[in-house]
């Protein structure tokens, strides 16, 4: 496929599928490390990008946050689409934003990451990665629908627990870890899914 492209005029976008199968998963990683599931592993996948919009140097490594939906936007920009010209698009409300910036390294945009568990299991849950705080994670577990339902949190500092199998105590964060928590919470309210929301 690339030897039948010519490389100067054709960006690539290689992006992981959601995850590993339960069933391959590996140490360090548990059971709960796998597709379907909102720990590293089951949301954290590599993406890959290059072409003449990538002017980062090759080989380049970045940890923004990004998510599959902004692959929308990034083409809708390398396309030199504006997505304001798209009929019916602003009633569809899709949250995406382009990578284009994150690979010239001149990306100023407020980032975040929400990942939601919906399955046929009854398990339900909301992950939050804001790019103001890049290394932690609000986990918040419990059916958005159901209000009788309380939830529970879960947070984590991922650059010293990239595998998520300590959670921090809530009731002792202090200083960024709390800045980050609250703003999660934040977050949450502001998408509005009732995911955080107090049984009634």
Known sequence: LLESIDPAQTNI?????????????????????AKGDLYNGGIHVPMVAKGPAVTLP????????????????????LAGVDPDTVPGLDAQNVLSTSMVPVWNNTDSADRYVVAERNNEDDEFGRAL???AYPDYKCSIKGDPDDVTDTPTFEFYKGDTD???????????LTGTAIDDYNACLAKDQAIDSGYSNPAE
């Open 58 to 77: 090759a080989g380049s490594e970045t940890e923004s946050l990004v998510h599959c939906i902004d692959v929308f936007a990034t083409v809708l920009e």
């Open 162 to 172: 990239q595998n998520e199998q300590s959670q921090t105590e809530i009731n002792s």
């Open 129 to 131: 990665i804001l790019s």
């Open 13 to 33: 976008i290689l992006l992981g599928d959601n995850s590993t199968p339960g069933q391959a998963v590996q140490a360090p990683f548990g059971s709960g490390n």
